[in-house]
């Protein structure tokens, strides 16, 4: 309790981004209550994106003000701890915190003037419930302790329940709602469960104290941290839609707004790896090696689980005719990806882990936006969701076409694009560590899901629509699109500075481990 009390209001400083978001979404409710309908819709969204802006601008901040732990002179520190170390202010949580800042805001602002009424009765709740959505993911990349990841896990998960529902005169969704509330709440429970034996056999929650607890645990209790780490591997593989635990992804997709959907496909995403990584790094990579098996068998697990993603998305996107659906298992398949750098483990030879993840999760971050922006405007003119409502694309919307055709390339993974770039560097590190299996995989399923991908592109280019009149477009789903075009060549023909930048502000040791008391 005594450490507990320690946060002083110097301290608030370091806790500026979340902050502003809890401040922003309290102003937003009380907005809503207050503001006339007709305006409030429009104010609501702009405003929930000042609120993510001046949050990513106090990240960045913070950023400027660590220490890389390249000078020894520098006397900068590399990280703060706050909160008596369960909450950390680190690069790790700070570039995982521009991710889904800068997500949240493209996702808000490309749906602005793009979202149907009879689709979602009451806008405001679809744009102010992103900010402690946000907030949870942000976090989760910052937590030090599990009871701190915890609350902020069910912080992104019970807002994104009902941001899911929103669309409450469509009973897809109010299905998909129920699915997703019923599948958080099981995955949720496994990692919780996971996470008490993890405090009962090394007597603390903070990683700092139960790194210290892994030699003594793992000697007297093997089998009691086999169970931990698996129950919460299974619970992870929920939340992350990894095969064989995916099946409610599909219909969870289909039946939520289409903003929401890609908050879901990169926001929840990317905070579920953020939590992965903060706690297999500071738990079963540090267990000892000598005598056991337990620290391959755990990274074997993950292996297996993201080769089975790969196969499973990639595969079943293929009879997918519904967008949403097949984005699903596009998510499948590219989480599969997203996790080969940590189920690879760390050896001197592949020290580039974080750098490959991050990298190829700001590529997917753009592509994934990007096609879901596509898709929101087709879909709010024609209200077709399948692969058919692309056809002809390119003679309404020549340039739309061109643009979600490189998106499409990225997806992918064809050259001189962010998503070949990505899978390459995840690619190059299975044979570095001699993953080969693992990175046959990765060929494998990138070769098959170039049939997934290119039938858009048959639609696009060689069929002709039922409408012939030119496609509207909102400002700022264009003005998106193109972004995310823009952003997805650019980290296709010029991967180094990105690299080079991560690895330059990153440390494994002061950013990902805790190993401090």
Request: glycine share 8%; charged share 10%; hydrophobic share 55%.
């Amino acid at each position: 309790m005594e450490a507990l009390q320690t946060l002083s209001w110097s301290d608030t400083w370091y806790l500026a981004p979340e902050l502003v978001l809890s401040g922003f979404a309290i102003l937003l409710v009380i907005l809503d209550l207050l503001l006339p309908k007709r305006i409030n819709r429009n104010v609501i969204g702009w405003l929930t994106l000042v609120g993510l802006l001046v949050s990513a601008t106090f990240v960045v901040l913070l950023m400027l003000s660590l220490g890389d732990g390249t000078d020894p002179a520098d006397s900068t520190p590399e990280f703060y701890s706050l909160l008596g170390g369960s909450y950390r202010i680190d690069d790790f949580g700070n570039l995982l915190k521009l991710v889904f800042l800068g997500a949240s805001f493209f996702i808000v602002f490309s749906s602005l003037g793009t979202v149907r009424d009879t689709d979602v009765p009451v806008k405001a709740e679809l744009y102010y419930l992103v900010l402690p959505a946000a907030l949870g993911a942000m976090v989760m990349s910052s937590s030090g302790d599990l009871i701190t990841l915890f609350v902020g896990l069910e912080l992104l998960s019970i807002t994104t329940y009902i941001l899911v529902a929103t669309r409450k005169r469509n009973r897809l969704s109010s299905e998909a709602a129920f699915k997703y509330v019923v599948m958080g709440g099981v995955a949720s429970a496994f990692i919780l469960y996971g996470m008490s034996f993890l405090y009962g056999l090394t007597g603390g929650t903070n990683f700092a104290f139960i790194a210290q607890g892994l030699g003594s645990a793992i000697e007297n209790f093997e089998a009691l941290l086999y169970i931990c780490f698996f129950l919460m591997i299974a619970g992870f593989a929920v939340k992350l839609a990894l095969a064989p635990f995916h099946v409610w992804a599909a219909d969870v997709y289909q039946g939520a707004p289409t903003p929401v959907t890609a908050f879901l496909a990169v926001v929840a995403k990317g905070a579920a790896f953020a939590m992965l990584y903060r706690i297999f790094m500071n738990s079963a990579f540090l267990t000892p090696a000598d005598g056991s098996f337990l620290q391959k068998d755990v990274f074997i697990a993950l292996s297996v689980l993201a080769a089975a993603a790969m196969i499973v998305g990639t595969v079943g996107a293929l009879r997918q005719k519904n967008v949403k659906r097949l984005l699903a298992l596009s998510g499948v398949a590219n989480a599969g990806i997203l996790l080969t750098p940590l189920a690879i483990n760390l050896t001197e030879m592949h020290a580039s882990l974080f750098s490959e993840f991050i990298y190829f999760l700001i590529a997917y971050s753009f592509m994934n936006i990007g096609a879901f922006s596509v898709l929101t405007i087709l879909t709010r003119d024609s209200g077709n969701e399948s692969i058919s409502g692309f056809a002809g694309l390119y003679h309404r919307a020549p340039w739309t076409a061109v643009a979600m055709t490189i998106l499409l390339c990225s997806l992918a993974g064809l050259p001189v694009t962010g998503g070949f770039m990505g899978k390459l560097l995840i690619l190059f590190g299975t044979f570095q560590t001699h993953t080969y299996w693992l990175g046959a995989v990765i060929l494998v399923t990138t070769v098959i899901s170039y049939a997934v991908y290119f039938s858009f592109i048959r639609q696009m280019f060689m069929r002709s629509g039922t409408v012939d009149a030119k496609l509207k477009m909102s400002v700022p789903a264009t003005i998106t699109i193109w972004v995310c075009t823009i952003v997805t060549l650019v980290l296709g023909f010029m991967p180094v500075p990105l690299l080079e930048g991560i690895d330059h502000i990153f440390s494994i040791p002061a950013d990902l481990l805790v190993i401090q008391g």
